[in-house]
């Protein structure tokens, strides 16, 4: 059965990334949230895809580049500030929901983001694993140290060679992908998916997840595949 995520909460009706599309997602029986995180010059993880905040907030400038108290001046599309991690688990714990942490480490590699990130997702009581993923193996590498039993799974847009090389050699649990690979026998949850044609087509193919910006829309393609 595959899982729908909504791909930085539900942007195709709030503000991605925000607590809003977080907390209506995990009101309305979302399956999966996927979400990236940062670290502020003080070492405060925060959840926003980019690493400036020009995009999605008012403001400007690289996320490390602010404290988390400068940070916070800066508001989203809907008046909300950048919401940090710890608000985020606060309102997922105890919650059913399958949540996939990206580390947003490709571009800027924060110092102990891993530590920082896993040692705050251990300490709060979640119903599902969380799934770790991220473009950057060495980050995946460094989690793997810390927490060898979690899941871990590459980001990549490219295609891949060899998965199952791949994947046994990085010690991943699979493979999250902009594009579907035929054939691979290893978990592929596939990004970003809007088109219910493209969708219903991969959940047809039985993928572990498809990553979306519209889930509820995505939940009634999923009935539909069922019956």
Not at 4 to 27: D, I, Q, T
Not at 36 to 52: G, S
Request: proline fraction near 5%.
């Amino acid at each position: 059965m595959t899982t729908v995520f909504g791909h930085r909460g539900y942007p195709a009706r709030f503000p991605e990334n925000s607590l809003a599309g977080f907390r209506y997602a995990v009101e309305h029986g979302i399956e999966g949230i996927e979400f990236d995180v940062h670290l502020t010059k003080d070492q405060v993880p925060v959840i926003m895809h980019d690493e400036q905040i020009d995009r999605t907030t008012d403001g400007s400038g690289l996320i490390e580049s602010y404290t988390f108290a400068q940070l916070r001046q800066f508001r989203l599309a809907n008046q909300e500030p950048i919401p940090s991690l710890a608000e985020f688990l606060t309102l997922v714990t105890n919650r059913d929901v399958q949540l996939n942490l990206e580390l947003k480490t490709d571009k800027i590699q924060y110092p102990n983001i891993e530590r920082i990130v896993m040692g705050m997702v251990h300490a709060t009581a979640l119903k599902k694993p969380v799934i770790f993923s991220s473009f950057h193996l060495p980050t995946l590498n460094t989690c793997q140290k810390l927490a060898p039993n979690e899941i871990y799974c590459w980001l990549t847009d490219r295609r891949v060679a060899d998965p199952v090389a791949l994947v046994t050699r990085e010690h991943l649990n699979g493979l999250h992908l902009s594009h579907y690979q035929a054939g691979i026998p290893v978990t592929e949850r596939i990004w970003t998916v809007d088109n219910p044609t493209v969708a219903a087509d991969l959940m047809a193919k039985h993928v572990a997840g498809i990553f979306t910006d519209d889930f509820e829309m995505m939940m009634q393609v999923k009935q539909q595949v069922a019956n």
